[in-house]
């Protein structure tokens, strides 16, 4: 499996020609010909995980409002896909948007964090995951930036229609008590 990312940051701004361009996750269908007759295919479902979509880092002991340093929210995801026969295999194409915040007690103007992207066959096994380290600086007087992240996934395939029952999960790397705030805020 090949997974290649590529980041690109920009301030909101510069971002609301492109998020209005983009749409949400959906599912795309797309068509296979054969020598008898078309096969109707779906793409993976793609996804991010609910309670996994915000990250929010502390300086180190502060757990206030006032000790944030970074704060993101993953605002949506665009896919395509290709089923390709040679293999067969499906290329799935991402695109993740966040929305980053420099928190008050960010004096680095850096902002840190994690993200994962898991594949799961149609027995919801994890068939692979990779953690995206990311990390930028914020561009000078800007407190907030959209980040855009495409990723493209190549998943192979026991035959071509199995690639509808894989699904592509997305969502931030989170310490047990990031994962706790999380959970509070959203009341689950």
């Known amino acids: 499996m090949t997974l290649?990312?590529?980041?690109?940051?920009?301030?909101?701004?510069?971002?609301a020609a492109l998020l209005g361009a983009c749409e949400s996750a959906q599912e795309s269908i797309e068509s296979v010909f054969t020598e008898e007759e078309p096969i109707r295919l779906f793409c993976p479902d793609v996804r991010v995980v609910d309670n996994l979509t915000r990250f929010v880092s502390h300086r180190a002991g502060g757990r206030d409002m006032s000790d944030v340093?970074?704060?993101?929210?993953?605002?949506?995801?665009?896919?395509?896909?290709?089923?390709?026969?040679?293999?067969?295999?499906?290329?799935?194409?991402v695109t993740l948007t966040m929305a980053v915040t420099k928190g008050p007690a960010n004096q680095s103007g850096l902002a840190e964090f994690d993200y994962f992207v898991?594949?799961?066959?149609?027995?919801?096994?994890?068939?692979?995951?990779?953690?995206?380290?990311?990390?930028?600086?914020f561009p000078q007087s800007q407190l907030a930036v959209q980040v855009v992240e495409p990723l493209k996934q190549i998943?192979?395939?026991?035959?071509?229609?199995?690639?509808?029952?894989?699904?592509?999960?997305?969502?931030?790397?989170?310490?047990?008590?990031?994962?706790?705030?999380?959970l509070r805020q959203s009341g689950s």
């Open 4 to 15: 290649r990312r590529l980041s690109l940051v920009f301030g909101f701004g510069a971002m």
């Open 69 to 93: 340093l970074v704060e993101a929210e993953m605002q949506g995801i665009s896919s395509t896909c290709v089923y390709k026969r040679g293999g067969p295999s499906v290329e799935v194409e």
């Open 118 to 137: 898991a594949i799961l066959d149609g027995g919801n096994a994890i068939v692979e995951k990779r953690i995206f380290p990311t990390r930028f600086e």
């Open 155 to 182: 998943i192979p395939l026991p035959t071509l229609a199995a690639g509808e029952d894989y699904r592509i999960l997305i969502g931030y790397q989170l310490s047990p008590e990031q994962l706790d705030d999380n």
